[in-house]
């Protein structure tokens, strides 16, 4: 089936940007780029709006979607203390609620593909309910050496053997040791040498906050003084959290690196020379003090490649990638007191192009290319706080936020327009999403 989006502008990622163009899809797959041909009755016009690819959001947490605004103004231990203990009240049902709450707000924000770390396997429900693209990774935790790692390999696999029977067409399954703190080396090494896992990619988190940089390097802060109360035995490697991670085998071409705000010139050779991909989360590193990644030497280090995420809800607090691409440029801009480091091309590539090769993708989504699927999005350009929108990169950037989101496409559907779910219905969500809210605040009080 042909289906033709058109609008004042088209911006492909892999060419020039077309003005008065369409789109031309034909069973899911992009088959044309060009300024608008003869008019068609299977046609979609945007008038004044910027067709351009699907926004890849290469990290995030959609079951952590109902916890938003749960947990303000906390340090990082603090934080994500408070979040373990938080998530023993949700069952599985909340899980998905909270979910589905998150995948609502990505196709509404223009959000097609999505790298989604997961404890309690809701993220794929919720995914396959909304007709998303992506990965779901599969998280595990192992720090205490009196729990055996063989046990903690075992659940991994089975977990990742339910997700990947379950994850339809347009969803991939990984793992995703959650980070330098919650796994020790024995659980890095069992995952090694354990051949299920041969080749299944990864997502860590790596290198986030200063605490875990003093755990790694030092052997001291927050982290090493909650091993000791806990009596868990942890011998600091005295490296970096990047060094550390790389010197587990952690590190490839199908490795996720999320964060990694606290890297130096070594550090960033490793992640270049092992093919990893680093996700850079912006908003989430600063809300929980966590610090400002080099971005800009990250941009100036050749072969690296480079996602954006949004990190999840409860550390943004909001999933929207215009936001993030937004704050990722300024604020770095204010770091390196420069304007000529980091450009608006370079934050809208991570989030389509680059999050796409970052993620392993990129033979399928992340431009408007013909053979690729057709997954594309179209932005209003007519608010008052875009118009004159004169370039539309640059109104997309500089001005744009979720909510000029008109339409989003995944393989050819269409998902949301003018603010209507075309596939599912939201309202049950919300309704659901409400409930949670109650239990949520009646935890808050426990
Ligand atoms: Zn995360």
Known sequence: MIKTFSAAWVLPMDGQLIENGEVVTEDGIIVDIRPIATPSKDRTHLSNAVILPGLINAHTHLEYTALRGFLEDVSF?????????????????????????GALECLASGITTIGDNTDSGASMDATLWAGLRGRIYQEFFNIDHRTPVEGTAQDLFEKLSALSARRGSRMEVGISPHATYTIRPEMFEAIHRDRRFDGVPISIHVAESPAEVQMTTEGAGPFAEMFERRGIVWTPPRVSPTRYVYDQGAMGDKTLLIHCVHQDESDIALAASSCSAIIHCPKSNAKLGAGIAPLDQWLKTSDLKLGIGTDSAVSNNSIDLFEEMRFALLLQRGRVESVDNVKAVDVLQMATSGGAAAMGMDADVG?????????????????????????????????????DVRLTVIGGEVCYHDGIFMLVDSDEVLTEAARLKKKISMVGNS
Not at 78 to 100: G, P
């Open 77 to 101: 231990f603090t934080w994500i203390r408070t979040l373990n203990r938080t998530k023993a009240h949700f069952t599985a049902e909340d899980w998905v609620v909270s979910a589905k709450l």
């Open 367 to 403: 431009t408007l290319t013909p053979g690729k699927k057709a997954d594309l999005i179209a932005v209003d350009l007519s608010a008052l706080h875009m118009a004159p929108a004169t370039d539309p990169q640059s109104a997309l950037i500089y001005s744009g936020r979720a909510s």
